[in-house]
């Protein structure tokens, strides 16, 4: 057993969106949200090492809800430890063909998201739901 099993391994998981706004203001605010993402995903250079060492990136909490019951946690989804968020994949042809508003916003937006948990996940964690 030693043989086969050498250590644990942090969980990974990913999570795909796809975003059609329905006005400007649903287009902004997609733009927005990708923005804040994609700056809390990368790392922060110091500026006092003479950049060279990293300030890591933010750490997501993600949390599922139930649709009927707001503000329920949905018994029926997995929770997560506290993550980072390893690779945004943003594909901006949607359903295959590049298309865009007369303001030139995208029809359609596929975001794809790739989170890794900091923390490994033991027996008594699963017995708790993660």
Do not use: W
């Not at 942090?10 to 990708?34: G, K, M, V």
């Not at 029809?107 to 699963?126: M, Q, R, S």
């Amino acid at each position: 057993l030693e043989l086969i099993y050498n250590s644990p391994t942090l969980r990974q998981f990913t999570l795909d969106f796809r975003l059609i706004p329905r006005n400007a203001q649903e287009s902004s605010d997609i733009a927005t949200i990708i923005q804040v993402l994609k700056t809390q995903a990368a790392p922060e250079i110091s500026p006092t090492t003479a950049s060279r060492y990293f300030i890591p990136p933010s750490q997501f909490q993600l949390d599922f809800y139930d649709g009927v019951d707001h503000g329920m946690p949905n018994a029926y989804l997995f929770k997560t430890k506290k993550c980072v968020l390893d690779d945004i994949s943003i594909d901006y042809t949607g359903s295959g063909s590049f298309t865009t508003f007369y303001t030139g916003a995208p029809v359609e937006i596929k975001l794809n998201l790739k989170f890794t948990e900091t923390i490994i996940i033991d027996k008594n964690a699963v017995a708790e739901g993660f």
